[in-house]
Nanobody
Framework: QAQLVESGGDSVQAGGSLRLSCTAPEYIYIGACVGWFRQVFGEEREWVAAIYTGRGRQHYREYLRHRFAISQDNANHTVYLQMNDLTPEDTAMYFC???????????????????WGPGTQVTVSS
């Protein structure tokens, strides 16, 4: 049973934007690292970005930093991933994940995250 719920995936044209949302129960959200991964069928799941909800510290895969932005809404226990200037290479299933943020630094490995959502599909056409 998924404890994280993603939304916002869609089909868009290249150059477009999407905002993904991830909502978590309070007991998972508070003081956690909440991150986004993406996966193309048949390939490894790739870490995209994460945020430490305790202080809002953001972490990015370096080559996505200039197009993607992660943010949080503490009142609604929600983390957002704003994706701009999308390309067909961004096409993937996007997964939200949450893990311990005890040290305030979010990891980029799947094993750093204990809770996962079912994923939301992003498709970018040229």
């Amino acid at each position: 049973q998924a404890q994280l719920v993603e939304s916002g995936g869609d089909s868009v044209q290249a150059g477009g934007s999407l905002r993904l949302s991830c909502t978590a129960p309070e007991y998972i959200y508070i003081g956690a690292c909440v991150g986004w991964f993406r996966q193309v069928f048949g390939e490894e799941r790739e870490w995209v970005a994460a945020i430490y909800t305790g202080r809002g510290r953001q972490h990015y895969r370096e080559y996505l930093r200039h197009r993607f932005a992660i943010s949080q809404d503490n009142a609604n226990h929600t983390v957002y991933l704003q994706m701009n200037d999308l390309t067909p290479e961004d096409t993937a299933m996007y997964f939200c994940a949450a893990g311990s943020g005890g040290r305030g630094i979010c990891g980029s490995d799947r094993t750093d995250y204990n809770y996962w959502g079912p994923g939301t599909q992003v498709t970018v056409s040229s």
